[in-house]
């Protein structure tokens, strides 16, 4: 089929090549032109595992072009709106600018049989919004918007495009319900259930699993918290609740709060949508505040593993990313952590494999290194706040050799406490309070 992607962010470059790949013509446009010019040199903007092999497999059949250009829409028969819905500032509601815009763009350019499907996050009633759109300005025919929002997780997102759970389709439209099965039919293989709905329900189901799942995290948050105070061990407690099929192990690991380009933003756009339609979401709003005040908090862990004062001293923070294997920083916990110790009165080293340069302009008084062990030189403290692979495994020895004090506040839970005393390390993990 002939798709085109307007938007080649993280969600419209990964669904445009995975798209691709099932075998599809595929175009995905950009108003970014030097994204557009990056592409089409083979160079990918954002760093997630097997995009670049499978973005130039694709260019070289044939099946993937990028552009600036809107009217290339024209030959489409399915459109993907997957442009950015951020936090608009003020009120925290989804920021529908480039949505609107984008449909209004691409509305007189449209092919009369086109589907636009909705791939981005958007509150419920967007979609009835984007019809009234295509209404106004194309009064000669009746293009459908469907909504299909996307759960792939930034780090796996290929893996989760091509192999989901589910695939939300909001739509009441037979035809449009046929594009879309059409597009996604290679995945039948792997039999993902093609799950159809009402275009609100499906809108709605995207805000209430990033809320139920930003409410898992912060659930077990608060219990680490406790099992510090109790003397338990949250990562066995976890693995004791997970186990029961009806919880589920995942998302159960406690750590410096949530934070990344999503859940964030959706659970404050959802609090919205539900006071505007005059119904307290209580738990979200617990959620959403209590991880807040989480982030910034993780300092006085620092401080505490200090004994008491950061002033003066070096921090070395390993990870800035918001989790591994992304170059994403979007609302990284990191990102206050860092603030409260700056404010603290720490100089923080910093390191992370992929997200420095996205860091940078967020934290520009952070000296950033080249490795770990370069971040650890002359620290008081090494604050492991992401969980990159590449940390599992550091050699202690050498690390100790290069720091001011064997200080290693572990918001991830990567170490044992038992490997740490071995080692000489005074240790703070989240939720263990093994001494150590
Ligand atoms: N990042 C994720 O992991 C993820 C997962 C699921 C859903 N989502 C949702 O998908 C949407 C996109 O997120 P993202 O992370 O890919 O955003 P992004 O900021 O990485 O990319 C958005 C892109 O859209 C482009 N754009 C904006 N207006 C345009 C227009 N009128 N024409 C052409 N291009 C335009 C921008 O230049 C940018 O490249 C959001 O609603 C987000 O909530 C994101």
Request: one cysteine or more; proline letters at 5%; aromatic letters at 6%.
């Amino acid at each position: 089929m002939r798709v085109t992607m307007i938007g080649a962010g993280y969600v419209g470059l990964v669904s445009g090549a995975c798209f691709a790949d099932f075998g599809h013509q595929v175009i995905c446009i950009d108003k970014d032109a030097k994204k557009v010019a990056a592409l089409n040199r083979g160079e990918i903007p954002i760093f997630e595992p097997g995009l670049d092999a499978l973005v130039e497999a694709n260019m070289q059949q044939g099946r993937l072009k990028f552009a600036t250009d809107t009217t290339l829409v024209k030959d489409a028969e399915a459109v993907f709106i997957a442009v950015g819905t951020p936090s608009r500032r003020g009120d925290g509601h989804a920021d529908l600018t480039y949505v609107y815009e984008a449909v209004r763009e691409i509305a007189p350019l449209l092919s009369a049989s086109a589907v636009v499907v909705t791939k981005s996050t958007v509150p419920v009633g967007t979609g009835d919004e984007i019809e009234r759109i295509l209404r106004e300005l194309r009064k000669d025919a009746e293009i459908q918007a469907v909504s299909n929002p996307e759960f792939l997780r930034e780090g796996a997102a290929i893996q989760d495009f091509k192999h989901p759970d589910r695939i939300v389709v909001g739509t009441e439209d037979p035809t449009a319900r046929d594009v879309i099965a059409e597009i996604y039919r290679p995945l039948y293989l792997n039999t993902p259930p093609l799950l159809y709905v009402s275009r609100r329900t499906a809108e709605l189901i995207k805000y209430a699993a990033n809320a139920f799942l930003a409410t898992k995290i912060t659930f077990i948050n608060e219990i680490a918290d406790l099992c510090e105070q109790v003397g338990a061990d949250v990562q066995e407690v976890s693995r004791g609740i997970g186990l029961d099929n009806r919880i589920g192990g995942k998302f159960l690991h406690a750590g410096p709060g949530f934070g990344g380009s999503c859940f964030p933003k959706d659970t404050s756009a959802l609090l919205k949508t539900a006071q505007d339609y005059g119904v307290p979401l209580r738990i979200v709003e617990t959620v959403s505040a209590v991880n807040e005040q989480r982030k910034r908090a993780m300092a006085r862990k620092v401080v505490t593993a200090l004994d008491g004062s950061v002033r003066g001293k070096t921090v070395a923070v390993l990870g800035l990313t918001f989790k591994p294997n992304t170059d994403d920083t979007r609302d990284s916990p990191a990102i206050p952590l860092i603030t409260a110790l700056h404010d603290l009165g720490a100089l923080v080293r910093g390191y992370d494999p992929a997200g420095m340069e996205q860091a940078k302009p967020l934290l520009p008084a952070v000296t950033y290194c080249s490795s770990a062990y370069s971040a650890a030189e002359g620290a008081h403290a090494v604050v492991i706040a992401t969980e990159w692979e590449q940390f599992r495994a550091l050699d202690l020895q050498r690390l100790k050799s290069v720091m001011a004090e064997p200080v290693i506040v572990d918001l991830r839970n990567i170490y044992r406490h038992d490997e740490m005393r071995r080692a000489n390390f005074r240790y703070r993990a989240i939720g263990r309070s093994g001494v150590g």
